[in-house]
């Protein structure tokens, strides 16, 4: 079936690009990769297709057994309905253009490239895996493979310390997330005996009621499983408290930061909270904490946002802050908005990813923002594409980032609960500083004076087509993925889109209410966003010493933001510096002085007496035959006491 | 007399031996005997490993009982027997065992060049006594093995092992020693009870509580150590230090399943009221492996150290999924055992190669590696993976069963053992990144070669098996499915026992069910004596 070829393309163009790579030469390996991804994006977008026009019926297609023991039984198997096509789709299509763009970036790298294009597919096939899963544990192999994956590209550019550092930080707050999701896989076991989705989904009812002691206290046991199953999604999606990794991964080729960003990885924690809609439906309190944390990281990323002078590390945080706006939604119950924001998001964050690439291209690998200025010129279709990207995130009428945005902060507004009106007021307020820096970067990147180098000014050019038409297409989904997709995602459409692959509890009639927000909340978000265009014209073109002036001003509260609100430093101090050093003592003094203390004091015994007495080639060996001598006579002297 | 119509288990025990009276009798200079007796142990294993295979096709998972069974009198008026047979529990440590000699042999081809004949000759008599003691179903047969194993061991890490072989090899016995004394008494003390040594009939036999706690105490003291299990662990990290590299892969692939799968066959079924009453015992103890050993490990700066420590830790999972006393627990613990036997043997493999090139274990010493032996860094990597736990590789497997099989129990208990995923993580891209990512600068490692043809002839099965288990591990686990049921059932209705023991002996019937059996077997054995 296509549904399989667009999940196993791209493993098959990995393997090939990556075992047969130094075979079959760079440009081989990587038009077999590509190729992978095409015949992917092309499957699996027929795939949708067929779902959301077509009429095909949902179901899975089973693939063979993965594990079992006793009543335990997860599978291989593809889901096929509304929300794994729909990750297909954009999963593979943005992939592919990342594939395609990637021959033009990584063109000048020193080494060959086969090893990137094989890790590319499969970042991307482990991101299928996730999104296709029938039951946790394969979304489980997904969600690690992925993490596999974006540890092998962040480090991709090995002998740089500080990218091993970014890669190995990436992998292990990951799996500090991940070992709360595996306990919650393991005890959606115990409290349905079984992982696989349809069944989970059909007993969800009846254990509403059930109750699960832990930390002192019996909690409502489908919460117990909310907060576990969050706190992973929180890893991967990179919320506040481990959202640590996210920013560093930028040490990978701009690319991989690309698809980090857009399509595979951190979407996978706001999918897996849509995916498991019908168990969060009966976990208030597990929803009432997704807004309240995705609120914050929406509001705390954009703060950071606005002091960070690294391009990458701009957009970076504004990804951080765009998936605070994804949980937002979800947590009110508006799974389908969530996922609206999720794939418009995936179009705009890869354009200002890669277009951010094409930039460091031409300025011959400078990141900073204070180095560059007065390029726009230089590179037309860059500027022009970074402008489309910027206004799709700042939530601009009519481009994508307008529609999904607005929906979101509908929805809280309309719940009308305190923590939806948190998450309004996070939302409105990151809303502003959106549009702030992304224009605060526009201006810094592509305005005023060139503040680079004269030899780096003279080399400024546009990017290749084969960089070029990648950006152009995502330009072109950033502009119409959000009015192209709003009737069927979250419009009068929705009903019949999702089906039931994302439950609405009885009580939770939030999409449906979308439309009836009043029209003055309805503008907010727009008026934000034109505040904060303003507000960044009115610092970086009208007035340029403000920044300066304000930074010191404000000290504190600066160095604060610049430093991204120390969460690095108080990691390092409460968490690996303890860590390290109680590592160091348990082997010196637990292992090395207390346990070895008794048995080396025998042994010193044993060995003293034994040079003594024998003097053979081997010490050891005297000692071998001495103490099978002992044993035998134990043996043999026990065998008479018994008889 | 059993499936295959011969011996079968008996051959493949006791073939290595012919292998090694060849070996004995090779005549000539150093040079041919010593190529002469590297071929022969070669083929031996080979040999061996094939007839292991019929074990693979002609082993019928469905039977929980054992199977290729034989048993011929020894000692009758004591009721020992040289018994062999066996079960789902033990089928895979035959071929794990069988598997990874070749390998060892094939590892050690250039890296032994002393002493040859001898070394061969030790691997040999090893791989015997291994395969004898995972097929044994008499005690006394068992012990033999059991302590048999120890002897060619000593002899592989004190002869060619590294500088502190003496010190490494001492404490190895020290340690050891104890354990097994009280194991020997414990044997005696079951003897005494059931009149016979005979394994078949210990496993149904009903051992009164008070005994069964002590025994099992004397069980785990021989045990613990064997597996390791914390506080009695730190023979292992020398021992592996000074062992040759094949002698870390067979310790750390098979030797260390020997206490694991001890109280598999001897503490849960045969003292299951003690197995329940000290599980939160091993609990605490093997959480505290898996933290403990595991920030060890982080703090190494000996390759060969840090792998040790790994495999202390990996062991503690093993030995929570066991004492879950369920399924999945114990599934997990089975399948966590394989798959470490496979991928920490690999992983002291993958040392081994490049301590044969600049001779030595230091990781400062290294760095930068992948640029020049990027096939080596990719099998690293994969076994790497594979030890943290990646889905995909066997690694996964066994955790995530134990994972769930621990949460049946408690909740803190599966989500501290499950520690692992991270602090394993954190010891082993950090060991990655100082050997094989950054810059190359050290003049000597320049010249250093990628993986030679034998070198990976050596990887591919461990790479084949470690993503099979993976992928598909139901090729394996169906091995022991019926077996760890029938375990997990018969230790339920032990502990279910005395209330159904006054219900059957009314109805007077002979009833399947092994609270029956257990109870009829204590009453024959007492009109024995």
Same mark, same amino acid.
Request: with cysteine.
């Given at each position: ?39 992917? #994006? ?16 949902? !179901? ?122 595996? &306990? ?117 990323? #954009? ?111 309309? @719940? ?32 005023? +004076? ?78 934000? $966003? ?84 024998? +003097? ?28 | ?26 005549? $000539? ?196 150590? +064997? ?29 260390? +399943? ?30 505290? #492996? ?51 036997? @496979? ?8 040392? !081994? ?81 100082? &050997? ?86 204590? !009453? ?6």
């Amino acid at each position: 079936m296509i549904y399989a070829a667009a999940v196993f393309a791209p493993i098959l163009g990995s393997a090939i690009a990556g075992l047969l790579g130094r075979a079959i030469g760079d440009r081989a390996a990587q038009a077999v990769s590509i190729l992978g991804m095409v015949i992917a #994006a092309i499957c699996g977008n027929i795939a949708f297709a067929e779902l959301a026009w077509g009429g095909a019926e949902t !179901g899975s297609v089973d693939l063979g057994t993965w594990i079992s023991a006793g009543p335990f039984h997860a599978a291989w198997a593809l889901r096929y309905d509304a929300l794994s096509a729909v990750m297909v789709a954009m999963v593979t299509l943005i992939s592919t253009m990342i594939h395609i763009y990637s021959v033009g970036y990584m063109g000048h790298d020193e080494y060959p490239t086969y090893r990137f294009f094989s890790y590319l597919s499969l970042f991307t096939f482990a991101m299928l895996m996730l999104v296709t899963a029938d039951n946790l544990v394969q979304l489980f192999f997904g969600w690690e493979g992925v993490g596999l994956a974006s540890y092998l590209l962040i480090g991709y550019w090995y002998e740089k310390p500080s990218a091993c550092a970014a890669a190995i930080k990436a992998f292990l707050v990951n799996r500090v997330a991940d070992l709360f999701f595996a &306990v919650g896989i393991a005890l959606v076991f115990f409290v349905f005996g079984s992982v696989e989705f349809p069944a989970i989904f059909a007993a969800v009812g009846q254990h509403a009621g059930e109750t699960y002691a832990v930390l002192g206290g019996s909690w409502p046991v489908l919460e117990v499983i909310g907060v576990l199953l969050f706190i992973g999604a929180m890893g991967k999606s990179a919320q506040i408290g481990l959202h640590t990794w996210l920013p560093d991964a930028m040490e990978g080729p701009t690319p991989v930061s690309a698809l980090i960003h857009a399509a595979t990885m951190v979407t996978a924690g706001v999918f897996l909270v849509a995916r498991m809609s019908p168990l969060l439906e009966f976990a208030p309190t597990v929803k009432a904490l997704i807004v309240i944390v995705g609120g914050s990281t929406a509001l705390f990323a #954009a703060t950071v946002g606005c002091t960070q002078n690294d391009i990458k590390r701009v957009i970076a945080y504004s990804t951080c802050s765009q998936l605070g706006y994804m949980f937002i939604a979800a947590g009110v119950g508006a799974y389908q908005v969530s996922i609206f924001h999720l794939i418009t998001h995936a179009f705009f964050k890869a354009l200002l990813f890669l277009g951010a690439g094409s930039v460091i291209h031409a300025m011959s690998g400078e990141q900073d923002m204070r180095q560059m200025g007065g390029i726009w010129k230089k590179v037309p279709v860059t500027y022009v594409v970074m402008w489309i990207g910027n206004l799709a995130l700042a939530g601009i009428p009519f481009f994508a980032g307008y529609y999904s945005k607005d929906a979101i902060l509908e929805a809280n507004f309309d @719940v009308g609960t305190g923590v939806g009106l948190y998450g309004f007021v996070c939302g409105v307020a990151a809303a502003f500083l959106t549009a702030f820096y992304s224009w605060r970067l526009l201006i810094m990147t592509f305005h005023g +004076k060139p503040r680079a180098e004269a030899g780096v000014m003279a080399h400024v050019h546009e990017s290749p087509a084969v960089m070029l038409v990648p950006l152009i297409v995502l330009a072109i989904g950033a502009v119409f993925s959000g009015m192209g997709f709003h009737a069927q995602f979250v419009g009068e459409g929705w009903h019949e889109f999702w089906r039931s692959a994302i439950v609405n509890g009885p009580g939770n009639h939030v999409l449906a209410d979308l439309e009836r927000v009043p029209e003055s909340i309805a503008l907010l978000p727009t008026v934000m $966003g034109v505040l904060g265009i303003a507000l960044a014209y009115g610092m970086y073109v009208a007035a340029p010493s403000l920044p300066g002036a304000l930074a010191r001003a404000f000290g504190p509260i600066y160095r604060f933001l610049l430093n991204k609100w120390y969460f690095d430093e108080l990691y390092d101090a409460v968490l690996v510096r303890p860590a390290l050093a109680l590592a160091r003592s348990l082997w010196q003094v637990g292992d090395a002085t207390l346990i070895d203390g008794v048995p080396n004091g025998l042994a010193s015994l044993a060995t003293d007496s034994s040079a003594q007495v024998v +003097k053979l080639q081997t010490g050891s060996i005297a000692i071998y035959a001495f103490s099978m001598l002992i044993g035998l006579v134990l043996l043999v002297t026990i065998y008479l006491l018994f008889r | 007399m059993n499936q295959v119509g011969f011996p079968l288990l008996s051959l493949i025990t006791f073939l290595p031996l012919l292998g090694g009276a060849v070996i004995m009798s090779v005549r $000539g200079d150093e040079a041919t005997v010593a190529q002469n007796a590297r071929w022969t142990a070669l083929w031996t294993s080979l040999i061996v490993l094939g007839l292991s295979l019929i074990l693979w096709w002609r082993f019928d998972p469905a039977l929980a009982g054992f199977q290729f069974a034989e048993s011929l009198p020894w000692l009758p008026e004591f009721g020992v027997g040289y018994r062999m047979g066996v079960d789902g529990i033990s089928v895979l440590f035959v071929l794990l065992s069988t598997l990874l000699t070749p390998v060892c042999i094939l590892a050690s081809w250039e890296a032994i060049t002393t002493r040859v004949r001898e070394f061969m000759l030790a691997f040999l008599v090893l791989e015997t006594m291994m395969v004898g003691m995972f097929c044994a179903l008499d005690f006394v047969v068992f012990y033999m093995f059991f302590e048999g194993v120890l002897i060619p061991m000593y002899l592989i890490i004190g002869v060619w092992g590294g500088p502190r072989r003496v010190y490494a090899a001492i404490k190895f016995f020290l340690y050891t020693l104890a354990g097994s004394v009280l194991m020997l008494l414990a044997l005696l003390a079951m003897w005494h009870f059931a009149g016979t040594t005979d394994m078949t009939v210990l496993l149904r036999t009903a051992f009164p509580q008070t005994m069964q706690y002590w025994l099992f105490l004397a069980f785990l003291a021989s045990f613990a150590v +064997k597996v390791p299990m914390w506080p009695v662990h730190t023979w292992l990290p020398d021992a592996h230090v000074e062992a040759p590299t094949a002698g870390s892969v067979i310790l750390a692939g098979v030797l260390l +399943k020997m206490g694991a799968y001890g109280f598999l066959r001897f503490s849960v079924p045969m003292l299951p009221q003690a197995s329940a009453y000290f599980a939160p015992l091993m609990f605490t103890l093997s959480v505290v #492996a898996v933290i403990y050993t595991s920030l060890v490990a982080l703090a190494q700066t000996d390759m060969k150290k840090l792998i040790a420590y790994s495999s202390v830790a990996h062991m503690g999972v093993v030995t929570v999924g066991i004492f879950s006393l369920n399924i999945q627990g114990v599934s997990g613990a089975l399948f966590q055992m394989l798959s470490h036997g @496979v991928v920490s043997g690999a992983l002291f493999l993958c040392v !081994g190669v490049i301590y044969d090139r600049m001779h030595t274990r230091e990781i400062a010493r290294y760095g930068g590696l992948s640029d020049r032996m990027p096939a080596y860094a990719l099998t690293f990597m994969l076994f790497m993976m594979a030890s943290v736990g990646l889905p995909g590789t066997s690694g996964f497997v066994g955790e995530i069963l134990v994972a769930i099989g621990a949460l049946r129990v408690n909740f803190w208990l599966a989500l501290l053992s499950s520690t692992g995923m991270i602090l394993g993580a954190a010891y082993m891209l950090y060991l990655y990144r100082r &050997v094989l990512f950054g810059r190359l600068t050290k003049p000597d490692l320049r010249g250093i070669l990628d993986l030679s043809p034998r070198e990976a002839l050596v990887f591919a099965p461990l790479v084949v098996v470690t993503l099979w288990m993976g992928v598909y591990p139901s090729s394996f686990s169906h091995f022991f499915d019926a077996s760890v049921a029938a375990l997990v059932r018969n230790q339920q209705a032990a502990m279910a026992a005395p209330a159904r023991h006054a219900l059957l002996t009314m109805a007077g019937e002979e009833v399947v069910g092994p609270g029956s059996r257990a109870v009829s077997a204590v !009453g024959s054995s007492g009109d024995a004596r």
